[in-house]
């Protein structure tokens, strides 16, 4: 049983997909990066752009006044903390504002400012004079047009003449209903069936048509066919922008099927490396000896924050049960949790509510704690063959070069196999990976 519910929970690693958990798992993870995430996050990387007309300038701002935006757009921006354009919104502000429209495709991780930036050229474009829909966007899914509608809520506080609807299934409208709001977001699904079936929106009206999230758009089935039928009916001049975290083949030619003649902003992630962590290895034979080292970890350093991790939501649970018998306060996520229990249980352990964080891998892919200083793989993390997964260790200890503070690294081996596997590890990123005796702690500090 174990090792099937092993094998569901590593349901998310890169090799699986198309099936449906992997989608859910996408737009779940999407959300929850969304739940958590309260600022931007860091890069050092330069973007990179690619002009449809290489000859024509490039603007870059370096503050939200250059911009010549609306006034009561500008209070709306910098009312939600924004003091200058993140990394690139320099380059893709200028470009979506542009007059006349420019297509954009742009690529950046989660948390760079994508969605604030395509929020503001919608509220920019808009005619709050008139009384039907302009702008158009459309998200994988209710949870994720719902944040993105919050944003919109934000930003426009100064500008209620600007209403928002949404086109999500559920809300039912009466028939021959025309829309007056300017701006819809929702699914393709019900978007595609108020534009063509219900005709409650008039796709030739369109000026800006926003595709959100692309990667996680294409993954689920039908939402590809259902977003290009929706392009199909919008005028030529409409602005077509879309946004994705991730490119890899699918989505690129996704990409250019529905954008015309693009403008293309990427932005690399920031590389993880294992340089500034000091990586340990202990020698156990059972899980109960595993958890006994642990205890006398905590007993000879002192540890500020921890993340454990575990390969299955049971072993997670038992040890988050143990490590509170001793009086840890043990923050505990696990598969089955929502979304968005699971944001808060983040939170919570980010806000120091809870010193240690005891997780199987899926729940905590993607997330960044960046003040924990001590990461515990209780078990190492193998894919669902049982090899070495080299990317999730690198992931889960690894920090980001500049601004990444030391880090202790320390992996619970039980096993010939799992000795193996460490060794296959350390080989890998060429780093030693040194043993720890724990009853002997003096070393580490
Ligand atoms: P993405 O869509 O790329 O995930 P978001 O637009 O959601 O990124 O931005 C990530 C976080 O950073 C959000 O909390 C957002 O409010 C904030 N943010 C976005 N742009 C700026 C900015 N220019 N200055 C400060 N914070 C920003």
């Known amino acids: 049983v174990d090792e099937q519910e092993a094998a569901a929970e590593s349901i998310g690693n890169l090799q699986i997909k198309d099936t449906p958990a992997e989608n859910d ?16 996050v860091n890069t050092t990387n330069q973007v990179e752009v690619l002009q449809k007309d290489p000859s024509s300038p490039l603007y870059s701002v370096r503050s939200f006044e250059e911009l010549h935006l609306k006034p009561q757009l500008l209070r709306g921006v910098y009312g ?9 919104q320099e380059t893709a502000l200028p470009m979506m504002l542009a007059e006349p429209a420019q297509n954009l495709i742009a690529q950046s991780q989660s948390g760079t400012g994508k969605t604030a ?5 919608m509220l920019s474009h808009v005619d709050p004079n008139l009384n039907h829909p302009q702008c158009l966007c459309v998200s994988p899914t209710y949870e994720l047009a719902l944040q993105t509608g919050k944003v919109i809520e934000q930003m426009g506080k100064h500008y209620p003449e600007v209403k928002l609807v949404y086109a999500i299934r559920g809300n039912k409208l009466p028939r021959g209903m025309k829309l007056e709001e300017q701006i819809v977001i929702g699914t393709p699904g019900t978007m595609l069936d108020w534009c063509s079936k219900f005709r409650f929106i008039d796709p030739k009206k369109i000026k800006v048509f926003v595709l959100d999230e692309a990667d996680v758009m294409i993954a689920t089935q039908g939402h590809q066919d259902q977003s290009i039928r929706i392009q199909r009916m919008l005028p030529k001049n409409c ?16 990409a250019q099927r529905i954008v015309p003649e693009p403008n293309i902003i990427k932005l690399k992630r920031e590389e993880e490396t294992l340089d500034t962590i000091k990586q340990y290895y202990v020698l156990c034979n059972s899980k109960e000896e595993k958890f006994q080292a ?7 350093i002192t540890i500020a924050q921890a993340m454990i991790f575990c390969h299955t939501r049971k072993t997670a649970g038992w040890l988050a049960g143990e490590l509170s018998r001793e009086g840890h306060q043990v923050a505990l996520l696990s598969g ?4 968005e229990q699971r944001a808060a249980v983040i939170e919570r352990f980010r806000d120091g509510k809870e010193k240690v964080l005891v997780t199987t891998n899926v729940c905590a892919r993607g997330i960044d704690v960046e003040q924990v200083s001590v990461v515990i793989n209780f078990d190492l993390p193998v894919d669902r063959e049982g090899n070495p997964d080299n990317e999730t260790y690198l992931h889960r200890i690894g920090r980001t070069g500049r601004f990444g503070k030391r880090g202790l690294a320390i992996n619970m081996v039980d096993s010939k196999m799992s000795m ?3 060794n296959r590890i350390q080989d890998h990123f060429n780093k030693k990976i040194e043993k720890l005796d724990t009853d002997d702690l003096d070393e580490i500090e």
Do not use: D
């Open 80 to 88: 939600m903390g924004f003091n200058r354009p993140s990394k690139i």
């Open 294 to 300: 642990l205890c006398n970890i905590y007993g000879g």
């Open 117 to 121: 930036a395509f929020v503001l050229a």
């Open 420 to 422: 193996n596997i460490l």
């Open 239 to 254: 602005q077509m922008l879309l946004f994705s975290a991730t490119f890899e083949e699918s989505v690129w030619s996704f």
């Open 25 to 40: 798992n996408k737009s779940a993870q999407s959300l929850l990066n969304k739940l958590i995430r309260s600022n931007l």
């Open 336 to 339: 089955e949790m929502q979304v």
